[in-house]
C-alpha cells in the first residue's frame, strides 16, 4: 500500500475544513492580534501612530509621531509581539511533531525534559554565575536543554528506545532538572532573584527586544521548514512504527532528527521568554479537527494557530491586573486547560 492511500483510511478532523479558509481565517485574526499588540499596554496609543511608527521604520518614511510613543512601539511593543508570533509559532510545531512520533495525544514541547533542563541552565547563569560570565541567560538555557536532551536520549535509546521508554525517561529527566532548578533557588537564590525567576519560569516577554527575534524567527521559521520537508513521513507514524516503516520511512533516523529539532526549538523558546504551557498540546488537537490529519495541512496551520495563540495571550497578559504585567504562561494555561477539556468533551466518542 502507497503511504498516500494508507492516509485515506485516516479518520477525518472533526470539520475538515479546507486549509485555505483555516490559514486566511488565522491571518486575519492574527492582523487583529498585533494591532491589538502594539496600541494596547500602560501607555494606550492610537492607530495612527502605529501606523506611522512603522511607515517611518519599515518604509523609510518621515511621518510625525511623538518620539516616546514611537520607541514604545517599536522598541518594546513590536519586538514583543514578533518574538510572541515566532515562539508561538514553534511550540505548536513542535506540539505536532511530538504527538506524531509519540502516538500519544498528550505529547508537547515539554514532555522531553527539554524545558526543565534549559530552565535549570538559566538559573545557574543568573544565581551561580556559572560560565564566569562567559554564558548569558539564553546560552546558559541552551547548554541546560542540550545537557537534558543527552540524558534523556541516554535513558531511552540506551534502554533499547520505543515510545514508552522516551516519554519514561523525558519524565525522569524533567523531574531531575526541576529538583535541580529548586535547589539552586533555594540554597543560593536571594529574594529579588526569586522573585524574577518564578516570573520568567512561568513564562514572560517583558525582556524581549529586536535581537531576541534575530533569534526567534530564523530558528522557527527553520525549524516550520524542516517540518513540512517530512510532513509525508510524519504521516505515517499514524500507523504505528513497523507500518511506518514497511513504507519505506528509515524509523529510528527520522525519530532521532525530528526529537532533535523539536529540543532545539523547545530549547530557544525557553532561553527567550521561559516556559510557556499549553501552547504545544492544545493548538495541535484544535488544528487536526479543523483541517484534518494530513501533517502537510496541519503543520502550516498549527504554526499560524499558535502565533495567534501566543500573541493574544501577550496582550491580555498586559490587560487583565490594571497596572501589572501577568507571566505569559499563566494566561496561556487559564485559556489552554478549559479550550483541552472542550476538545477532549468533544472527541470523546471518536475512540
Not at 35 to 58: E, F, K, P, S
Not at 135 to 159: E, K, N, Q, R, T
Not at 313 to 325: M, T, Y
Amino acid at each position: 500500500m502507497s503511504l498516500a492511500a494508507a492516509m485515506r483510511r485516516l479518520p477525518a478532523g472533526g470539520l475538515s475544513l479546507g486549509l485555505a479558509p483555516v490559514l486566511g481565517a488565522a491571518a486575519a485574526i492574527l492582523a487583529v492580534a498585533l494591532a491589538a499588540a502594539l496600541m494596547l499596554g500602560d501607555v494606550r496609543v492610537g492607530a495612527a501612530d502605529v501606523a506611522a511608527t512603522l511607515g517611518n521604520r519599515l518604509l523609510g518614511l518621515s511621518l510625525p509621531v511623538d518620539p516616546i510613543r514611537e520607541g514604545i512601539i517599536w522598541h518594546y511593543r513590536a519586538s514583543r509581539a514578533v518574538v510572541a508570533m515566532a515562539c508561538g509559532a514553534a511550540l505548536a510545531v513542535c506540539g505536532v511533531v511530538l504527538q506524531a512520533l509519540l502516538r500519544n495525544p498528550l505529547a508537547e514541547p515539554y514532555l522531553l525534559g527539554i524545558s526543565a533542563g534549559a530552565s535549570a541552565g538559566a538559573v545557574s547563569v543568573i544565581v551561580l554565575a556559572a560560565g564566569a560570565g562567559l554564558l548569558g541567560v539564553p546560552a546558559g538555557a541552551l547548554a541546560g536543554a542540550a545537557l537534558a536532551f543527552a540524558l534523556v536520549g541516554l535513558l531511552a535509546f540506551g534502554a533499547g528506545g520505543g515510545t514508552e521508554r522516551i516519554i519514561l525517561a523525558g519524565v525522569a529527566g524533567s523531574q531531575l532538572f526541576n529538583a535541580a532548578t529548586a535547589f539552586i533557588v533555594a540554597s543560593s537564590a536571594d529574594a529579588e532573584q526569586t522573585r524574577g525567576i518564578l516570573f520568567w519560569m512561568l513564562g514572560s516577554l517583558g525582556g524581549v527586544r529586536w535581537p531576541d527575534a534575530a533569534l526567534a524567527v530564523p530558528v522557527a521559521l527553520a525549524g516550520l521548514g524542516l517540518c513540512l520537508w517530512r510532513a509525508r513521513a510524519l504521516d505515517a507514524f499514524a500507523f504505528g512504527e513497523d507500518a511506518a516503516a514497511a513504507l519505506g520511512v528509515e524509523v529510528v533516523r527520522l525519530r532521532a532528527g525530528l526529537l532533535a529539532l523539536t529540543a532545539v526549538l523547545t530549547a530557544a523558546v525557553v532561553s527567550l521568554i521561559g516556559a510557556v504551557g499549553f501552547v504545544g498540546l492544545v493548538i495541535p488537537h484544535a488544528m487536526r479537527f479543523l483541517v484534518g490529519p494530513s501533517h502537510g495541512r496541519l503543520i502550516p496551520a498549527a504554526a499560524l494557530a499558535g502565533a495567534v495563540f501566543l500573541t493574544g495571550a501577550d496582550v491580555l497578559s498586559r490587560l487583565v491586573l490594571p497596572g501589572q504585567v501577568l507571566p505569559v504562561g499563566v494566561v496561556t494555561a487559564l485559556f489552554g486547560a478549559p479550550a483541552f477539556a472542550l476538545i477532549l468533551w468533544r472527541s470523546r466518542g471518536r475512540r
